[in-house]
T-cell receptor
């Protein structure tokens, strides 16, 4: 009964370092998403994948890349971290699309120093 | 551009009382969906309630109900018999049809007191 699993839960990076946030869902969902949450700004979409093999940019894609490795897994990569990328990152999934219920992971608190 | 506005950054309610959280949205679409998501201190977002715009009837889930006023573009969440476990951030969200992005409001922090 795992749902959406994100790793790691916390991460501290230095400016310029790279890292990959991992996300996996076990609900056989087609669509997966990466959001970032900043104080006072709600959630903003970074990238999404409507189905296995496809990815598209969201509102704030700059500085990020994604990979839909298979139907279960959708990773987010920061190639050269910047302090502006300090945020809480959420992975989410839905059976078909954004008009349906989204299931969220528990988030990754990322600090870039 | 579609926007979602939650004008109450913080609200407080006593246990067992009723509280209403406000949300307004701006759209020119006729077919859309509205959501309330809850984010407790554990941080994981959970869907509270979902409303389809073409449905006249207000959605209800146990102690949670909405007042959907389509003409006024208003979508408020009513929590009845508030419990300590209801303390959380609540986000209103909107999406038009099947192709547009899901837009979140900035959230309302709900405190529940004894």
């Amino acid at each position: 009964n795992a749902g959406v699993t994100q790793t790691p839960k916390f991460q501290v990076l230095k400016t310029g370092q790279s890292m990959t946030l991992q996300c996996a869902q076990d609900m056989n969902h087609n669509s997966m998403y990466w959001y970032r949450q900043d104080p006072g700004m709600g959630l903003r979409l970074i990238y999404y994948s409507a189905s296995e093999g496809t990815t598209d940019k969201g509102e704030v894609p700059n500085g990020y890349n994604v990979s839909r490795l298979n139907k279960r897994e959708f990773s987010l990569r920061l190639e050269s971290a910047a302090p502006s990328q300090t945020s809480v990152y959420f992975c989410a999934s839905s059976l078909r699309g954004r008009w349906e219920k989204l299931f969220f992971g528990s988030g990754t608190q990322l600090s870039v120093l | 551009a579609q926007t979602v506005t939650q004008s109450q950054p913080e609200m407080s309610v006593q246990e067992a009382e009723t509280v209403t959280l406000s949300c307004t949205y701006d759209t020119s679409e006729s077919d859309y969906y509205l959501f309330w998501y809850k984010q407790p201190p554990s941080r994981q977002m959970i869907l509270v309630i979902r409303q389809e715009a073409y449905k006249q009837q207000n959605a209800t889930e146990n102690r949670f109900s909405v007042n959907f006023q389509k003409a006024a573009k208003s979508f408020s969440l009513k929590i009845s018999d508030s419990q300590l476990g209801d303390a959380a951030m609540y986000f209103c969200a909107y999406v038009a049809g099947t192709a547009s992005k899901l837009t979140f409001g900035t959230g309302t922090r709900l405190q529940v007191t004894l």
